[in-house]
Structures are given as structure tokens and as C-alpha cells.
């Protein structure tokens, strides 16, 4: 809550130029646009060099001499300014994504994939339980593409009961679906009370 | 013969290049029909596909022969092959005796054009002489008339041809001869040239004698006898060889002093005077190879009358009959008519050194003119030289051999002594043009047929081989199109055909204005935003916060310890701020009211940073005992996204590297906050993620390995994702969205903006409910009547 009345007054402008793409593509939400998106690059960074270089790497570059070492491959990205420079800059993209995917992976694994694979296994004495285990099943069944080209009789059951209860995940995954764009749409009804709370609240004071 | 598949020119057999365009030659064994292209055999006569007739007709016997079609320049045409006929008759010295009747053959197409190439008042030789069979001793004087008229028509058009091809005229020569052109003159003549033209005229030269010697042909009848003993004179016929006697006695006092002076071509022309029988001599025409290659031609028989031309048939002497009144050439009788008794053939006279030396083989004409050319007995100047045309022809020996004798014949009647350029009528021996008739007879043969335009042979007429239409070259035929191709291409031209109909274009409807509803949900939605505001019953709206998840989310705030470290992670921007403010508000004045030390930091966007010190000012002031770096802290935006997790998992936050967000002083400046850097001294860390990677970095990243107690509150989007985590108890706590920041609200008995606002939520998200199910009601009654129209 600011209280600085020329924060007020551009907040608002900038809020109903916003708003005023209800209107349809007009130049004032473009240039309501083109301001968030410079302010945002500009406080990123500004962001970047006083919170990340200075403090982290600039300041104890002589106190850690290894710190040569990300500042030299923070330099060879500036060689991907222009792709006619050597692409030694290749190096330290290699450095990122080589040390990200690796963490992601296993982060990933450890962190989402097995725990959650390990929720699913829980005693069928509860509707949730059951529910929960039919959806998990049923979902991963709805995206199974392939099928026997000569199925035998007891794989023919199997993919007719596959195929029914792939249907039921289906409607789970449906579900799923459904709680997103819910919530989603809930969240952006909560901005929108915001803004207009801070339009009658902070600007026009109407509202206590 | 081999046609040109290029340019359809008929080229002889064996040539690997065409003689007029070039291209390179398909060697075929056979004659290709001109109609059809069907290659048959030598045999054929006619097609054995299509029926046409492969061998051209030639010139028929004087009796019933018609104008002969206009020959084609440069073409040389196919000939049956003569049928076997007796051997030629072997030379003997002894007089000739009438031959025995022999069958009728086709004479070679090629003699009737050589014959055109002389003159009527050569033809009529035989008239002007009394006996045939006597010899010719001396030139009436009846017949002496001046130069022009002596010459005939083609001579003077060949002599003036080869005048205008020179550039300066001709000097006349003390013998009144003017000297022969330069080789250039016939170069460029040579390639107008038909091939049966090129071939027997192309000497060979061999052995180029000495400019010092002289040459064998024109050396004295001894020196002959001596350099080819085995050519007897005797083989010739008395009348024949007196004929030639006397031409070599006129000349021979002319080219006694120029014999070094003539050129190996006019040595070479000399046929009858070729001293080296292995001698290969001018390459054999392509009309005489099938006639050539018979074998039955070897047996010195005597030629049949049919092998005699006719004009050969007019210089025999008849033993029997007195001089014939002289009849027009054209009108002579078929050699066939003549009694065989009363027929002399030449065929069977073969001069002496033929016999010995078959060297040359010339076309009857050309042997007809070079005989002239010797008759007058003028040596060449000695600035002639031989073509180039003339020495790259080459002479096959072997063809020479089979060349029939009556072919010879004409050859080894007249002497030939001198080269074969043309005589001038001022050159014309005495003996000869006595023999001249004074008037020309009624026109012949020779006065049939197109005149030649260009070329060694211009102004003469009917010198190129009678052509029929059928043996002219023909344009490939073209192979029929496919039918699929006519059947598209008949589809075509009726599509094209058929009248062009203007599309039947609907008429346009009138524009019907659309009724949006976007505009009404915008008036609707803001209505149900504003309105609670305004009105106290809707913004007074409680909120159920028993047994929900931010009742547990409370407990677990209400149950920390004072003084306790919680880790506040604003991961979220200023889009977002305005749903994620509200617990944050909430949860930082909670924190702050159980004394709580607080450590904000942001993982995923800069601007966090600012949002949390923004949250943690107003909290801080709300609650008037909280001071920054004693009670709460910031530490700023952590970089590195995974990376960065994971080192503050791993390593903790280090005192001496670790600065705070706003006086940008390490973090062994705070002591309250010294013991963070190891996870075990951090009580609680609160995720409030306004989107789920984020929140998914934090419990892959930290919560492994640090072993940190996480609670998240997110965003209403964020939820189902978050609810995972909390279902595998990755998560302890969780809040979410406007809902979850009210039911906190309420539970701390704090009124914050979110039960202020939470009228206004409540009714914005029962206002897009019924918009939903209106929508999808409306669409299922818009489908239904889609699918009954």
C-alpha cells in the first residue's frame, strides 16, 4: 500500500490504459505495454548488476580468484551479441544448460517423480485412495497411443479394458484441466478486485 | 550407305562422321528406309516394313526413260547392287570381238549423270568418225570452228565457274592455257560436293615423285613399258588406242618440258598412266562398292551390254554396221536392244596400265574430261598445287581392284596425259573438235534436269545421280503420341471449347450486425467487482475457515517458536502482486506477531526482492516493533535458478559472502542471523510462488537436501499443482490464492484486503460461473441447430 500520490497517479493512468484494451489493440495499451516492459528490463537489469555481479562476484573477485572463472564465461556470452563473432560463447551456453538439465533431471527425479509415484501407492481403504489410484492409472492410459496390430484373445481383453479405463482417465485428466483454467480464473479475478480496489481506494478514495 | 540421323544426308559405308553436318554416324550394315527408318539388308529393293522402295529407280533405258526427278545436291543415294553378271571380259590383245549376250543388268545410277557431264558433240564422237573400228587419224575440217564454239556449254560454264572464283584473271600461259586455279579455289568448291563427286575425283598421292622427274604417266611409251611391263597396250581396242596414240603425240612435245612442272595431283588423275600398281588410287564411290564387291566381277568375262552405259554403248565401234546416222544421246537404243552380234562392248578394253596398276577409279565423266584434259596435251604451270582436298582422300587399294572394267573403259580410250583441269576450247586438240558435229542435235538427256547454282559443277546440268522422291532424306518420323496423351489433350480442347458460365456467385447477405457478448460480460464483470463495494450486504461476506487448508497452514505458523528463523521466498513479480500480496501481508504480520525472525529472499525474478521489502516495510510498520537487520531481513535475489537452489541447499547462505538487499552489507554484520547458513536453524520456509516452478525448484532443489520444512502459498492458478506436493507431504502447509489469504484473515483476526475484497471475488467468480454455464448453454442449443440444419 504506497502512499506516494505520483506512485498513485501513474499506477492508475497505467491501469486504465491497461483496461483500455477492453477497447480492443489501442495505441494507449501499447504504450501502457511498451512502459511495463521497459520498467521490467530496466529493474531486472539493475537488479542483475547490483544484487548478482556487484555483491556476488565483483566485490570478492580479489578475495576469491576463482570467481575468474564464471566471470570469463559470463564474458564469452556477450560473444552471442552477434552470431558473425566466434561462437566461443557456445561454451558457456554449454555450461549452463549442461549444469541445469543435470539438476533439473535429477531434481526432477528425486524431488517430483518418485515421491509422487510413491503417493500413488497407498492402501485402497478409502474412496479417495481408490479414486485417486483409478485417476492416476486411468490418466496415464488416456495417453497411451499405440495398440497390437494381431492382438490374441488375452491381449485383446487387456486392451479393452485399457481402452475403458483409459476413457475414465480421461475424464480425470479433464478434470484436472478443469481446476487449472479454475484457479487460473480465479487468480485473475483477484487482480482484477485489486486493481479496482486500488482505483476506488487509492486514487479516487471512494472506497474505505 | 549410312544415313545421317541428323540431318538425313546418305554418307558411305564405314564413314564415322557425316559428310554435311558432321554428326557422328551409326554404322549400319544394311539400307535404312527413308520412310520408315527400318534398316535392311544391301539385298532389299524394297522395305521389308513399310514397302518402300529402298534402291531409287534409275535412269531407264532411252526408249521409254522419263524426265528424271531434279537431283538433290549433295546427295548420294543407295544402289541396289548389280545383279551377278559374267566376269568382265579379261583385257586381250588381240582386237575385240563382239562379246556373247550376257543378262541385262541396271546399269550403276551414277553413269547416266556422268554421262551428262559430256557434251552432245562428244557423244556424237562415234558419228563424226566413218569407221568405228578404224582409227581416228585426223580432224575433219568440217568441224574446226572457233574456240567458243567448240567447247561446249558445260565446259564454258565450268571453265567460268573456276574464273570467278579466282581473283585475278587467269593468266594465259604461252600455250594459251591459262593457269589452274589455286587449290583454294576448288577447296571451297570441294565441300558443295557430292560424295560420288568428291571420291573418284580425290587423288591419292602416294609417292610424291620428285619435282625433277617426270612423271610416269607422261614418261615415253618406253619408259611406260618399262615401269609397267605388264600392262600390254594391245589389251585396248585398235580404235582406242590409236585415239589415245594420237593424243599423246600431240602432247607429248608439251610435256616433255614440263613434266617436273605438273603436280602429283595431275600425276595421280593419270589413270591409265599410274606406273605403281599398289598404288591405292582414288577412293572408290559408294555406288560402286556393291558392284565392287561382287566377286563374280574377277573372271575376266566380257561385261554384258547391260553393264555398257549407253554412252560408252555409242563410242564402240561397230564392226558390222557402217557408221550410224548420229542420233541425239537420250535416243539411243538400249545397250539391251542392240544385237549382241552388232555390240562391241568396252567393258572388256582394258588399257595396259590399268590392267598392271589399278590405281584410280574416276567416274565416267571425270574420266571423260580428264581424257579431254590429256588430249590437249598442256602441262599445268608450275604454280599449281594439289588441294588439300585432294590429298587427305584416301585410296583404298582393294576397292580400286574390283572396279568393273567397262567402268575403266572410258579411261584407257582416251589417253589422258595432262591433269584434269578443265580444257579450254582454245585447248581443245584439232583431232577432237574435228569431231564435233557442226550443230548441236535436239536436246538430251544431258539437257534434262536442273541446272547446278553453285560449286565446281555450276551451269551444268544433270551431272548429279537421278534421285528418286522415295530416296530423298526424310525427317525421322515422329511417334505418335500416346492415346492417354490425346484423350488429355481432347479433354483440354473441350474444356477450352466449351463456353466460359460465370460462376454462380451467392448473393451476398446483407451484413447482419453480430451480437457480441463481450462487451456485456466486460459491463457484467465490472459491475459484480464494483457493486460489492458499494453495497454492505455483499462485502460483508464471511468465509469458512474451519478444516480448510489455511487452518492448517495457521497452526503451523501459530506453532513456531519465537525468535525462530522462517525463510520467506517472494517468488513472484509485480503481475502477480496483486493476488500473492494478500497472504503475504498476512502471513508476514503473522510471523511478526508469534516474533519470528524473518529472512526474505527471491529465487526467480529480481523484482522480488523489491516486493519483499515492500511486504516486510508495511508489515513492519503495522506492527511497530520490527526493525530491519535485528527482526527481519533481506537478502536479496538469489541467481542461478536450479543452480543457485541448489548451492544454498548444499552450502547454506555464507556470512561472508551473502549481503543484504538494502544496506548491501554481509550478512556476519546481522548476528541475529548468523545461524542461517545451516538449514537445521531455519524453522520454516514459506514459498509464495505466483506461478508452480518456482515452488517445484524449491521442493526438488532444497527440500531433498536440506531437509527444510516447506510451506507454500500460491497462487489460485498454482494450486492443483501445489496440491501434489502436499499430498505426498513434500509440503506441510498450504495457501492459495484469495480464498486461502481470507480464510487466514479470518483465522488471525486480521481484516485485510482480502476480506475486503473477498464481496467483490465472490461475486466476480459467481458472475463467470453463469457466464460459463451460459456460454456452454449456448453453445449446445447453436450446435444442435447446426446439425439440424
Not at chain 2, 207 to 228: F, G, S, T
Not at chain 2, 624 to 645: K, P, S, V
Request: charged content about 15%; proline content about 12%.
Amino acid at each position: 500500500m504506497t502512499t506516494d500520490p505520483i506512485g498513485i497517479w501513474v499506477g492508475a493512468i497505467l491501469t486504465l490504459l491497461v483496461f483500455s484494451y477492453l477497447l480492443g489493440d489501442t495505441p494507449l495499451f501499447r504504450l501502457a505495454q511498451a512502459i511495463f516492459v521497459g520498467v521490467t528490463i530496466g529493474y531486472a537489469a539493475t537488479a542483475a548488476v547490483y544484487l548478482v555481479l556487484l555483491p556476488m562476484l565483483f566485490d570478492q573477485l580479489l578475495v576469491n580468484p576463482v570467481l575468474i572463472i564464471p566471470l570469463i564465461l559470463g564474458l564469452l556470452l556477450l560473444t552471442k551479441l552477434r552470431a558473425s563473432w566466434p561462437s566461443v560463447g557456445n561454451i558457456s551456453i554449454a555450461f549452463l544448460f549442461g549444469v541445469g538439465g543435470a539438476l533439473a533431471l535429477g531434481g526432477a527425479l528425486g524431488g517430483t517423480l518418485l515421491p509422487q509415484l510413491a503417493a500413488t501407492i497407498v492402501p485402497l481403504d478409502s474412496l479417495e485412495n481408490i479414486m485417486l489410484v483409478l485417476g492416476t492409472i486411468g490418466a496415464l492410459l488416456s495417453f497411451r497411443f499405440m495398440r497390437p496390430q494381431q492382438p490374441r484373445v488375452a491381449t485383446r481383453a487387456l486392451e479393452l479394458i485399457g481402452r475403458g479405463w483409459g476413457y475414465v482417465g480421461r475424464w480425470f485428466v479433464l478434470v484436472a484441466f478443469g481446476a487449472l483454467f479454475a484457479g487460473t480464473a480465479v487468480s485473475r479475478v483477484s487482480i482484477l478486485v485489486n486493481r479496482v480496489y486500488f482505483l476506488l481506494h487509492d486514487w479516487i478514495q471512494v472506497v474505505r | 550407305m549410312i544415313q545421317c540421323s541428323h540431318c538425313g544426308t546418305q554418307n558411305r559405308d564405314g564413314s564415322k562422321f557425316c559428310s554435311d553436318c558432321g554428326a557422328r554416324l551409326v554404322q549400319q550394315s544394311g539400307l535404312v528406309c527413308p520412310m520408315c527408318g527400318e534398316p535392311n539388308t544391301v539385298e532389299n529393293v524394297f522395305c521389308q516394313k513399310c514397302g518402300a522402295r529402298l534402291v531409287p529407280l534409275t535412269v531407264a533405258p532411252a526408249a521409254d526413260r522419263t524426265p528424271p526427278p531434279a537431283p538433290i545436291k549433295g546427295l548420294s543415294l543407295p544402289v541396289k547392287p548389280a545383279e551377278p553378271t559374267a566376269p568382265p571380259v579379261k583385257a586381250e590383245p588381240q582386237p575385240i570381238e563382239p562379246p556373247a549376250p550376257v543378262a541385262p543388268i541396271e546399269p550403276p545410277k551414277p553413269a547416266p549423270a556422268e554421262a551428262s557431264k559430256s557434251d552432245d558433240w562428244l557423244v556424237r564422237l562415234r558419228a563424226s568418225s566413218p569407221e568405228e573400228d578404224a582409227p581416228i587419224s585426223a580432224p575433219s575440217p568440217e568441224t574446226t570452228a572457233s574456240p567458243s564454239e567448240e567447247s561446249g556449254d558445260w565446259l564454258v560454264q565450268l571453265r567460268a565457274t573456276q574464273t570467278e572464283e579466282q581473283a585475278a584473271p587467269p593468266s594465259i600461259s604461252p600455250q594459251g592455257i591459262p593457269p589452274r586455279p589455286p587449290a583454294d579455289a576448288f577447296q571451297v568448291d570441294e565441300e558443295d560436293l557430292p560424295d560420288w563427286l568428291r571420291s573418284p575425283s580425290a587423288p591419292v598421292v602416294q609417292e610424291p615423285a620428285p619435282a625433277d622427274k617426270p612423271p610416269a604417266w607422261a614418261a615415253p611409251p618406253q619408259a611406260k613399258a618399262e615401269q609397267a611391263p605388264s600392262a600390254p597396250t594391245g589389251e585396248a581396242p585398235a580404235w582406242l588406242t590409236q585415239l589415245r596414240a594420237e593424243a599423246e603425240q600431240a602432247s607429248t612435245g608439251q610435256l616433255a618440258g614440263s613434266e617436273d612442272e605438273i603436280p602429283d595431283w595431275l600425276r595421280d588423275t593419270g589413270v591409265a598412266t599410274e606406273p605403281q600398281p599398289a598404288t591405292p588410287s582414288a577412293e572408290e564411290p559408294a555406288w560402286f562398292k556393291p558392284a565392287a564387291a561382287e566377286p563374280q566381277m574377277s573372271p575376266p568375262v566380257p561385261a554384258t551390254e547391260a553393264e555398257i552405259p549407253d554412252w560408252l554403248m555409242t563410242l564402240k565401234p561397230k564392226t558390222e554396221e557402217p557408221a550410224a546416222p548420229i542420233a541425239p544421246f537420250e535416243t539411243l537404243a538400249p545397250v539391251e536392244a542392240a544385237a549382241p552380234s552388232q555390240v562391241v562392248t568396252p567393258a572388256p578394253i582394258v588399257s595396259p596400265v590399268q590392267a598392271a596398276a589399278p590405281t584410280e577409279v574416276t567416274t565416267p565423266g571425270e574420266e571423260l574430261l580428264e581424257s579431254l584434259e590429256a588430249a590437249t596435251a598442256v602441262p599445268q604451270p608450275p604454280t599449281v598445287e594439289e588441294p588439300a582436298w585432294l590429298k587427305e582422300t584416301p585410296r583404298p587399294v582393294s576397292e580400286e581392284e574390283d572396279v568393273p572394267d567397262w567402268l575403266r573403259t572410258p579411261v584407257g580410250a582416251a589417253p589422258v596425259t595432262a591433269g584434269e583441269a578443265v580444257a579450254e576450247p582454245s585447248q581443245v586438240p584439232d583431232w577432237i573438235a574435228a569431231l564435233k558435229p557442226a550443230e548441236p542435235a535436239a536436246p538430251g538427256i544431258f539437257d534434262r534436269g536442273p541446272v547446278e547454282a553453285g560449286g565446281p559443277l555450276a551451269g551444268l546440268r544433270g551431272v548429279l545421280p537421278l534421285a528418286s522422291a522415295i530416296a530423298e532424306p526424310h525427317a525421322p518420323p515422329r511417334p505418335a503420341p500416346p492415346s492417354p496423351f490425346k484423350e488429355t489433350a481432347s479433354l483440354f480442347e473441350s474444356i477450352l471449347a466449351a463456353p466460359v458460365l460465370a460462376p454462380a456467385v451467392p448473393a451476398a447477405k446483407p451484413a447482419r450486425r453480430q451480437l457480441t457478448m463481450r462487451p456485456f460480460i466486460y459491463v457484467l464483470m465490472l459491475l459484480a467487482v464494483l457493486l460489492p463495494f458499494f453495497v454492505p450486504d455483499l462485502s460483508n461476506a464471511s468465509v469458512r475457515t474451519f478444516g480448510t487448508r489455511a487452518a492448517d497452514f495457521y497452526e503451523k505458523i501459530q506453532a513456531l517458536q519465537p525468535n525462530s528463523i522462517v525463510v520467506l521466498s517472494f517468488d513472484y513479480d509485480p503481475g502477480g502482486a496483486g493476488e500473492m500480496d494478500l497472504q503475504a501481508n498476512v502471513l508476514v504480520r503473522h510471523l511478526m506477531k508469534k516474533g519470528a525472525r524473518i529472512v526474505a529472499i527471491s529465487t526467480m525474478d529480481p523484482t522480488g526482492a523489491q516486493i519483499a521489502q515492500r511486504v516486510l516495510d508495511d508489515a513492519a510498520r503495522a506492527t511497530g516493533n520490527y526493525t530491519y537487520g535485528t527482526n527481519y531481513l533481506n537478502l536479496g535475489f538469489i541467481a542461478g535458478q536450479e543452480a543457485g537452489l541448489n548451492q544454498l541447499a548444499v552450502a547454506g547462505f555464507a556470512p561472508a559472502t551473502t549481503s543484504d538487499y538494502v544496506r548491501r552489507e554481509t550478512l556476519d554484520k546481522y548476528p541475529n542471523f548468523l545461524n542461517i547458513q545451516n538449514w537445521r536453524n531455519v524453522a520454516l520456509l514459506i514459498e509464495l510462488a505466483g506461478a508452480p516452478e518456482p515452488l517445484q525448484k524449491w521442493i526438488e532443489q532444497v527440500q531433498p537436501r536440506a531437509g527444510v520444512k516447506i510451506a507454500a502459498g500460491v497462487s489460485a492458478a498454482v494450486e492443483p499443482r501445489a496440491l501434489t506436493y502436499l499430498k505426498t507431504n513434500q509440503l506441510i502447509a498450504l495457501s492459495s490464492g484469495f480464498l486461502g489469504a481470507a480464510q487466514y484473515e479470518a483465522l488471525s483476526g486480521q481484516r485485510g484486503l482480502a476480506m475486503i475484497n473477498a464481496g467483490a471475488q465472490s461475486t466476480a467468480q459467481l458472475v463467470l460461473i453463469g457466464l460459463i454455464i451460459a456460454g456452454n448453454l449456448v453453445y449446445w442449443f447453436s450446435r444442435g441447430r447446426g446439425k439440424a440444419k
